[in-house]
C-alpha cells in the first residue's frame, strides 16, 4: 500500500507512502488516492481531511517520470486524464481538504496540493512545475490552478523557466496559506482541521460548493450559486441548531451533520 488512511476525531489523514521513490506519483498510488478518497466519501464521520507525504523530504515529488518516459501520445494523454480525474474528485470533495505539504510537492505534487482547498508549508517545502525541463507541459491541472491561484504572469514565469519556490516566496505570492516549522506541520493540520470541524458540515460542504462553482462563472452566475446554497442550508437541523443557540446566547453547540 502507497497510501495510508487514517480517522480520528472527524478528520481523515491520508498519507502518500512511497518513501523509495520520494513519494512520486504512479498509476497505481493514483488508482489508490482515488479509492481514498471514495472510500472517505462514504463515511459521514469525516469532516475534513488532510493530506501529506510520508517523511520529512517529500510531499509528492512529482509524477512517476519512469513510468512516462516511453509513452506514446495516446498513452500519455491518458495518464494525464487519470491524474487530473483523481484531483478532480479531491478539489471537489465533499468537505475541506488541507494539504500539508512536508517537503517536495514538485510538477504532480504542486498539482496535488493545489487541488487541495487550504496549503500549509513545512519551511522546508519547495514547490515548483518543472515539466518543461523535461520536454513536457504539466499535465495534472498546473497550467489552470497554479494561474487561478497566483496570478497568470507568475504561473508563466513559474511553468516556462520551471523556478522552485521556497516555503516564504510561496506565502508571498499566495500559493500556501501559512508557513510552519517543520515539528509543527501536521499540528498546524490538525488544529486547523479540528476548528473546521466544529462548525456546522453541511454549511461547510455547501460554502466549498458555491466558492467552487462560483469561480467557474461570472460574478451573476456566482451570485446564483450562492443563493441556492444559502437556501439548502434551511432545510437542515444544523441550521436550527445553530441559530437558535446564537439567540439563546448559547456556547459550544453541537452540530449533527443534519
Same mark, same amino acid.
Given at each position: 500500500m ?18 523509495e ?5 504512479n498509476t497505481?498510488t493514483?488508482?489508490e ?13 469525516v469532516?475534513?481531511v ?7 523530504k517529500?510531499?509528492?515529488a ?15 494523454a491518458e495518464?494525464?486524464r487519470?491524474?487530473?480525474?483523481v ?27 493545489m487541488?487541495? /482547498?487550504?496549503? @500549509?508549508?513545512? *519551511?522546508k517545502? !519547495?514547490?515548483?512545475?518543472?515539466? =518543461? ?26 511553468i ?15 500559493l ?15 488544529s ?12 461547510v ?6 466558492i ?9 452566475g ?11 442550508c434551511?432545510a437542515?437541523? /444544523?441550521?436550527? @441548531?445553530?441559530? *437558535?443557540?446564537? !439567540?439563546?446566547?448559547?456556547?459550544? =453547540? ?5
Amino acid at each position: 500500500m502507497s497510501v495510508l488512511v487514517d480517522v480520528k476525531d472527524h478528520v481523515a489523514t491520508v498519507t502518500i507512502s512511497r518513501p523509495e521513490a520520494l513519494n512520486a506519483l504512479n498509476t497505481a498510488t493514483l488508482k489508490e488516492l482515488d479509492d481514498a478518497f471514495i472510500q472517505l466519501d462514504g463515511n459521514a464521520d469525516v469532516y475534513a481531511v488532510i493530506v501529506t507525504g510520508a517523511g520529512d523530504k517529500s510531499f509528492v515529488a512529482g509524477a512517476d517520470i519512469a513510468e512516462m518516459k516511453d509513452k506514446d501520445v495516446a498513452a500519455a494523454a491518458e495518464f494525464a486524464r487519470v491524474g487530473n480525474a483523481v484531483f478532480s474528485r479531491i478539489e471537489k470533495f465533499r468537505c475541506p481538504v488541507i494539504a500539508a505539504v512536508n517537503g517536495f510537492a514538485l510538477g504532480g505534487g504542486c498539482e496535488l496540493s493545489m487541488a487541495c /482547498d487550504i496549503r @500549509i508549508a513545512s *519551511t522546508k517545502a !519547495l514547490f515548483g512545475q518543472p515539466e =518543461v525541463g523535461l520536454g513536457i507541459t504539466p499535465g495534472f491541472g498546473g497550467t489552470q490552478r497554479l494561474a487561478r491561484l497566483v496570478s497568470p504572469g507568475i504561473a508563466k514565469e513559474l511553468i516556462y523557466s520551471c523556478r522552485n519556490v521556497k516555503a516564504d516566496e510561496a506565502l508571498k505570492i499566495g500559493l500556501v496559506n501559512s508557513v510552519v516549522e517543520p515539528e509543527q506541520l501536521m499540528e498546524t493540520a490538525v488544529s486547523m482541521a479540528q476548528t473546521i470541524c466544529k462548525k456546522a458540515p453541511l454549511a461547510v460542504s455547501y460554502a466549498k460548493k458555491a466558492i467552487n462553482e462560483g469561480l467557474q462563472l461570472d460574478i451573476d452566475g456566482g451570485i446564483a450559486v450562492e443563493v441556492r446554497e444559502f437556501g439548502n442550508c434551511f432545510a437542515t437541523e /444544523d441550521q436550527k @441548531i445553530g441559530m *437558535t443557540a446564537f !439567540l439563546n446566547k448559547e456556547k459550544g =453547540v453541537q452540530f449533527k451533520n443534519k
